[in-house]
Antibody, heavy 121, light 115 residues
Framework: EVQLLESGGGLVQPGGSLRLSCAAT????????MGWVRQAPGKGLEWVAS????????GYADSVKGRFTISRDDSKNTLYLQMNNLRAGDTARYYC??????????????WGRGTLVTVSS | QPVLTQPTSLSTSPGASARLTCTLR?????????VFWYQQKPESPPRYLLS?????????GSGVSNRFTGSKDASSNSGILVISGVQSEDEADYYC?????????FGEGTKLTVL
């Protein structure tokens, strides 16, 4: 069974940093692109970033470009999101999602349950 | 103007059909996009329902009822999700999505209420 388990969320002050992790099981992790999608309280879904499954090409939403970095460790079957210079507007539940192939398409057929990030002083 | 526009809410009765729309911004051609649909219930992650490009290129999510059907309406430049025989369990938020200009773009979501 394909499973994604996010961790690393919490309360952080504006300007601070946080690293999210997503542990993947049940599939050949290195063969698939992965992504992060967030959802602010009471709001809709917003794509954050994705990374390909082969040559580690990345893509970012304009709202996080230059502040967030997506990466992966295929030896650990783990996806990461390094978040720097956090703002109140980054407060959201962050979901890890598995893309359908090695390339980035947003075709997320499997999602984790998410981890909550709160940016507040 | 957003890339994708969805009605904020839609109400329907049990057993009826619900037609959810996802309108592409003027100037963009729907024919070049695969439209994805996700369902989200309270306190749960999104669930992939289906994707639609054309009648010969469509995909139903694993375990998703065939009561959920995707299509396109060229006249309104919209992706369509039809839920037939609506059940109370279908009450949820529904999001459409496309891959556009190197980014994943979600619509703002439609809250479906089953009265």
């Amino acid at each position: 069974e394909v499973q994604l388990l996010e961790s690393g969320g919490g309360l952080v002050q504006p300007g601070g940093s946080l690293r999210l992790s997503c542990a993947a099981t049940g599939f050949s992790f290195n063969n698939y692109a992965m992504g992060w999608v967030r959802q602010a309280p009471g709001k809709g879904l917003e794509w954050v970033a994705s990374i390909t499954g082969d040559v580690d090409v990345t893509g970012y939403a304009d709202s996080v470009k230059g502040r967030f970095t997506i990466s992966r460790d295929d030896s650990k079957n783990t996806l990461y999101l390094q978040m720097n210079n956090l703002r109140a507007g980054d407060t959201a539940r962050y979901y890890c999602a598995k893309d359908t192939g090695a390339g980035i398409s947003g075709w997320f057929q499997t999602w984790g349950r998410g981890t909550l990030v709160t940016v507040s002083s | 103007q957003p890339v994708l526009t969805q009605p904020t809410s839609l109400s329907t009765s049990p057993g009826a059909s619900a037609r959810l729309t996802c309108t592409l911004r003027s100037g963009l051609s729907l024919g070049t996009y695969r439209v994805f649909w996700y369902q989200q219930k309270p306190e749960s992650p999104p669930r992939y329902l289906l994707s639609y490009y054309s009648d010969s290129s469509k995909h139903q999510g694993s375990g998703v009822s065939n009561r959920f059907t995707g299509s396109k309406d060229a006249s309104s430049n919209s992706g369509i999700l039809v839920i037939s025989g609506v059940q109370s369990e279908d009450e949820a938020d529904y999001y459409c999505m496309i891959w556009h200009s190197g980014a994943v773009v979600f619509g703002e979501g439609t809250k479906l209420t089953v009265l």
